[in-house]
Structures are given as structure tokens and as C-alpha cells.
């Protein structure tokens, strides 16, 4: 029922800033948790951030809080990741995901998008 894609990834120099955004498609997306998440080749898919449906409250991650903000505009179906002062332990592919209830951190997410990478240089 939902479909996303992100978009918006490339290669920055360390300290510099980033915004990564995801598309959904489907009419129940303003009632899901948005996250993103990331993995880095040989690691595990880590919980980056996460947002309610009414994105009144928001979740980040130990290693990206203070740096990262996700939003998101509901009736543009778009979930945004702002990433400032990005660090080379931030390169990895960044993956929009949805799912129904609270935000977690763990990978239990119902949609997923294809990801797009994120390479920062040192």
C-alpha cells in the first residue's frame, strides 16, 4: 500500500551538510512512523531516525543526534533527512521505511525503499 523512494544522496566532505529525501506513494502515508535507517557495507542496518505520523515527536540515533533532523510534509507524501556536519562514519546507504504504531529502532518496519548512498569524505 505504500511504496518509497529516496533520492538526494551523494558524496560531501566531511563537516558539510546533506539532505536525503524520500517519496511514498499510497493513501494511508500521513498515518505511518517514517524512519531512516542506514548500513555501511559489513555492518548492520542502524536506526538513524524516526518520526510520528503527525510528526509531533522524533527519534534520533546516539551517533547522529544534534546533527541530523528528520521531518516530514504529509501532504507532499515526503519524509526528509537533514544531515549536517556529516562525518565519514556517516558514509553508508540511507533507506527510507514506514510501518504502522510507534517508532522503534529496530528494523520491524513494514515498506522500504531502495536506498541512496551517502559517501562523506574525510
Known amino acids: 500500500q505504500v511504496q518509497l523512494a529516496e533520492s538526494g544522496g551523494g558524496l560531501v566532505q566531511a563537516g558539510g551538510s546533506l539532505s536525503v529525501s524520500c517519496a511514498a506513494s499510497g493513501r494511508t502515508f500521513s498515518m505511518y512512523t517514517m524512519g531512516w535507517f542506514r548500513q555501511a557495507p559489513g555492518k548492520e542496518r542502524e536506526f538513524v531516525a524516526g518520526?510520528?505520523?503527525?510528526?509531533?515527536?522524533?527519534y534520533y540515533g546516539d551517533s547522529v543526534k544534534g546533527r541530523f533532523t528528520i521531518s516530514r510534509d504529509n501532504a507532499k507524501k515526503m519524509v526528509y533527512l537533514q544531515m549536517n556536519s556529516l562525518k565519514p562514519e556517516d558514509t553508508a546507504v540511507y533507506y527510507c521505511a514506514g510501518r504502522r504504531g510507534t517508532v522503534v529502532v529496530t528494523t520491524a518496519y513494514e515498506y522500504w525503499g531502495q536506498g541512496t548512498q551517502v559517501t562523506v569524505s574525510s
Open positions: 518520526i510520528s505520523w503527525s510528526g509531533g515527536t522524533t
